[in-house]
């Protein structure tokens, strides 16, 4: 046990560095970015017809603090960034964290859901995949899942739009009907949230299932071929326990361990699915403050709680992974 | 002395995609209970592959000759291993009466499973005895092994341990249910070899006191003339001299046994040069008419060698080889 906290503390250490790593990247991303602040508002205002002059950038830049050495800048956009607080966005000059609001936790629950729907029919699939010798099932599976990871997202969204639309009349976009879209979280809001939301989760989930089975099944093929599995069942070990205990049971590390590039995939497909679904959500807000506005203040938000969120993930995987793998509690603690 | 095995025409041939692969062809040998026999061959001679066939372990592609029949002799009646189909029914010769140890002590431990909770789960399924009772057992097989510490590694991984001590662990484990028969396939080789020589000794110490047999696989003649009682020498999935282990390797009598002796190295003349037996093991996709070892033999007798299987011929009465050599009439 107290090697157990021991991993746990200094795994959480681990991964605060991390972060902490990560936000240097990511500020320093938004500095090299040309031009800073000041100027990107002063020149959006210009558009609109106001009258700027070099002295108004110099004011905004000390009223924005620009004026202030690099690291510094780093020091005071991290703490506050670990307190979720990202200052304001360059353009829409309204504070980050109330212009983000449930939009970003709507879009981690989304991929979160996705990938949990994709483990939970892959493991058993896999499994099912790797250990049976049907030849007709097993050609059908890898015929689903071919399909799976070949067919683009948009398209399956765009067909069960097309479908349903020509079906039912209803489009199946958004993630609220109307009349819930800006109102406050009731138990109507939440029924109507879940009758929508379950086609964005099923998109996603459907090319990263398709995956998921490919690796389970590769993973489990793997380990039923090693030496400690004939050991056991020289030893009178057999069937479900068999099966189970010994292969599944290691082939799980590794799925474990990838979860948070799972995720990362995930998030990358979900603008585009979002776009076609008319969702909002942070992953085309990030598209839109990174390519259309150049916000780097709202971009360099969502990435740095995008990179929290799977570093979170890893830290919990790891945990996982302790728990159910003695070596990798060993490696890291020594 | 009495009967603890017999195989009878053992045959075995694997169903895969480049066609029937024969991998045993009418193997029969006998055990006598206390006794410790040497299967020898080379890679792909078909030596694993027999000593699974009596745990009925091998990969389901596998396919049984008609004519086999394998009988394990317990108190409590003979057991024909062949009609054995249920989980349950195999748990008999699966860890039950006979165990098996394997060449590489780190891969047939489950990494992430400790080694005394492999232990226990084992005892559970070959016994009525609870958590409590198998690990004092497991403990105290592990401390009669020769692992310091018992309590300790019980409760490590295979990780933990050294090479010499996982393997030890190991035997502890196949020993635990008290089999009849252990099956040691090559347990030494992965091994150095001072620790060869205690895990040896080791083993040579628990059939004495555990009165079991044991089917000692491996292809080092050293290791079956310090351990073994008698020898079976396998080529290409067929046995092609049995006996004593004093007359087999005193006198050899098939001209691939001879080989294998005269490719040993020799300790205490260290310029004769190796004589290795010319060429390689044939791929048993391709394998020869007649006698099987003919495309390598020095001592082709003539055209019989590639036409007919050459039938068992007493050398003496404890010592058998196949060979056209003896046959009655051919010139020596």
């Avoid at chain 1, 990358?268 to 008319?278: S, W």
């Avoid at chain 2, 140890?101 to 489950?110: D, L, R, V």
């Avoid at chain 2, 006698?291 to 404890?318: H, M, Q």
Wanted: with cysteine; glycine share 8%; charged share 20%.
């Amino acid at each position: 046990m107290l090697e157990f906290s021991k991993f746990v503390v200094v795994r959480g250490v681990l991964a605060i560095f991390t972060l902490v790593l990560v936000s240097f990247i990511v500020f320093s991303l938004m500095e090299l970015v040309p031009g800073d602040c000041a100027e990107r508002y002063l020149s959006f205002k210009n558009s609109q017809g106001s009258m700027i002059s070099l002295a108004d950038i110099q004011a905004e830049r000390i009223r924005l603090g620009l004026d202030k050495p690099y690291i510094q800048r780093w020091g005071v956009w991290i703490i506050n960034a670990f307190q979720g607080e990202y200052g304001d966005s360059c353009i829409l000059r309204l504070n980050i964290s109330q212009l983000l609001g449930e939009k970003f936790w709507l879009s981690l629950g989304l991929c979160l859901s996705s990938l949990i729907l994709a483990y939970i029919i892959a493991i058993p699939v896999g499994i099912l995949a790797a250990t049976s010798k049907n030849a007709f099932l097993n050609n059908s599976l890898r015929l689903v899942s071919y399909l799976g990871l070949a067919l683009p997202n948009f398209l399956l969204a765009l067909m069960i739009m097309l479908f349903s639309t020509v079906m039912f009349g209803d489009s199946l976009t958004g993630l609220f009907s109307k009349e819930f879209r800006d109102a406050a979280w009731s138990y109507e809001r939440v029924k109507d949230f879940l009758g929508h939301v379950w086609l964005p989760i099923f998109i996603l989930g459907w090319s990263a299932t398709a995956f998921a089975i490919q690796t389970v099944r590769a993973l489990m093929s793997d380990e039923i071929g090693k030496l400690y599995v004939t050991a056991a069942a020289a030893r009178g070990v057999s069937g479900r326990r068999l099966l189970l205990r010994y292969p599944a049971r290691h082939a799980l590390s590794p799925i474990i361990n990838s979860l948070g590039f799972d995720l990362n995939r995930i998030f990358n497909e979900l603008p585009i699915v979002a776009l076609i679904l008319t969702l909002t959500e942070a992953g085309s807000l990030l598209i839109e403050a990174l390519a259309r506005s150049n916000d780097q203040q709202l971009a360099g938000a969502i990435i740095f709680l995008l990179t929290a969120s799977i570093v979170g993930i890893n830290f919990i995987t790891d945990i996982i992974l302790a728990l159910t793998d003695p070596r990798v509690r060993r490696s890291i603690v020594g | 002395m009495t009967r603890l095995l017999d195989v009878e025409n053992l045959t075995l041939q694997f169903d895969t995609d480049e066609g029937r692969i024969t991998a045993v062809d009418n193997v029969s040998f006998s055990l006598e209970a206390g006794e410790v026999m040497g299967l020898v061959g080379e890679s792909g001679s078909g030596k694993s592959v027999t000593a699974k066939s009596v745990m009925k372990l091998n990969p389901s592609n596998a396919i049984y000759g008609e004519q086999t029949k394998i009988t394990l002799h317990l108190d409590s009646g003979p057991v024909d291993i062949m009609s054995l189909k249920t989980s349950n029914d195999l748990q008999v010769v699966r860890g039950g009466a006979i165990s098996m140890i394997f060449q590489e002590p780190m891969a047939s431990f489950a990494p992430a499973i400790s080694i005394g909770n492999q232990m226990v789960e084992q005892l559970q399924i070959h016994s009525d005895m609870n958590i409590k009772q198998a690990t004092e057992l497991s403990i105290e097989m592990l401390d009669r092994v020769g692992i310091s510490d018992a309590g300790t590694r019980f409760k490590q991984y295979a990780f933990e341990l050294s090479g010499g001590m996982r393997q030890r662990a190991m035997i502890a484990m196949a020993l635990s249910t008290k089999p009849k028969l252990l099956i040691a396939d090559e347990p030494t080789t992965a091994l150095d070899v001072t620790i060869q020589a205690q895990v040896i000794d080791l083993m040579k110490d628990l059939v004495t006191d555990f009165g079991m047999g044991i089917i000692f696989i491996t292809h080092d003649l050293g290791v079956i003339a310090q351990t073994a009682d008698k020898v079976a020498v396998m080529y290409l999935g067929r046995l092609v001299e049995q006996g004593s282990v004093r007359d087999v390797i005193r006198q050899p009598a098939h001209p691939y046994t001879k080989g294998l002796i005269a490719a040993l190295p020799q300790l205490d003349d260290l310029d004769t040069p190796l004589t290795p037996i010319p060429g390689d093991i044939p791929s048993p996709l391709e394998r020869p008419p007649g006698c099987v070892f003919n495309t390598r033999c020095s001592a082709i007798v003539g055209d019989v060698c590639t036409s007919a299987i050459p039938k068992f011929l007493n050398v003496t009465d404890e010592h058998q080889v196949a060979c056209h050599l003896y046959d009655e009439g051919a010139s020596k």
